[in-house]
């Protein structure tokens, strides 16, 4: 249990400890990769991880480096390609009839499941001066495509879905074009959230399940434009316009501003971010819209090579949430501690407190057929231990244990107030 206590939140095919500030050695995927070392190594390079959501810094949100993974197809190409296939199973040890895990819309059932088939085309911008153009698409089939659709493609304008059914689906994460350099760049299109620390690539996420925070307080992508500045080494900040969470074209179309800044000391030891948007968005009350605003706060501390702590803040509030037409509030914290073991095993704890103070967020959809319906006012809690185990490169295991418990009105777990689920998942890098 001091192992699992003492855990990395992400796994890397190093050496067992995490490499001083050096430049990548790959230029196949700077874009996913763009750690701070990478930034006080080469000079003014992105502190935020593009294409996956702009959450980690140790390592960024994706897979590892090309020193390490082996691809099939060439990485020097000018458009390069790649990808991962992610399945798993969960067991829920309240046996539930339904096959459900609780409100869940990720991991949401006890039965084996085809993740993520993930595919990426991407060119991008060059080291230069002067200005380059570059672009990206993501393809996801799989159960998780429910986390990367959008209003007005994957569904309809009222958020209904078109072409994917209950089991598993097609999705189009991310389709932008950008132009710039390396220190400053304009994204337009359709890209992954800035806000918030979990993300849905699976060789991003060092555990398999989600957390409430990332399930149901914020949104997964935008359309529109988010410009990015890279001050200094040490210093980024974001600015842009987007219709609105996860919507390309909905009922009532409107900005909103998207922005970001992060701060990492050179010797690495503390990184901290904040993350916000805000703008109108669909309520409770069928066709009414009200401000929604949402932040995101990350603090990451290094104190040994080995060890990392991050804790997550956040906090939403939604105009006209209620049925009554008073104003919802959704808010949290997320600790993950993390320490590496050795060079093929990590080992990762994360303790969450997650409160839908109005019964507004958490529940379960109807689309997949989940009977665990809000509302479900009160207090979630989970606390989740586990190791990824890297063979090879290209392979990953991540096993995971998670107690789930919950505070407050209903009993959001096939009619229990907690539950325990023990899975395992395996992604392949290709």
Known sequence: MSWLICGVNYVWADNGAVPPPMA?????????????????????KRLFPEGSGGKHLFPEHVPKGEEDVKHV???????????????????????????????????????????????????T????????????????????????????????????????????????????????????????????????YEGVPAAGNFFYSKSYSYQFAGPFTHWGGLATANISPQLSVRAGVVNGWDSLDRQNDNPAFLGGVKYATTDQFFTGSLAVITGQEPTIIPGVFGNRTRYSAIVTLRPLEKLEFTLHQHFSSQANGNVNGTAASWYGVDQYLNYTLHKT??????????????????????????????????????????????????????????????????????????????????????
């Open 345 to 430: 095993v990590k080992a990762g704890f994360r303790f969450e407190w997650f409160r839908d103070a109005d019964g507004t967020r958490v529940s379960g959809s109807e689309f997949r057929g989940n009977p665990n319906r809000g509302a479900f006012a009160g207090d979630f809690f989970s606390v989740t231990g586990g190791v990824n185990y890297t063979p090879h490169p290209n392979i990953t295991f991540r096993p995971e244990v998670r107690y789930d418990w919950f505070s407050g009105e209903g009993r959001p777990f096939n009619g229990n107030n907690n539950q325990v689920m023990v899975g395992i998942n395996a992604y392949v890098q290709f």
């Open 125 to 196: 911008l060059k080291d230069t001066k002067s200005i380059d153009l570059g672009g990206r698409v993501d393809v996801l089939f799989g159960n998780d495509f429910f986390l990367a659709q959008s209003n007005g493609l994957e569904r309809t304008e009222s958020g209904a879905p078109k072409w994917n059914q209950q089991l598993h689906g097609f999705a189009l994460p991310q389709m932008y074009a950008e132009i710039g350099n390396k220190t400053v760049s304009v994204k337009l299109g359709h890209f992954y959230t800035i806000i918030g």
């Open 24 to 44: 990548p050695k790959s230029s196949a995927s700077p874009s996913d990769m763009a750690p701070a070392a990478a930034a006080l190594g080469m000079g003014i």
């Open 73 to 123: 197809f060439p990485q020097g190409w000018p458009i390069s390609l790649r990808g991962w296939v992610s399945g798993g199973y969960v067991y829920n040890g309240s046996t539930p009839s339904s096959h459900f895990n609780g409100p869940y819309n990720e991991v949401d059932r006890n039965q084996p499941q085809l993740n993520q088939l993930y595919f990426i085309a991407e060119k």
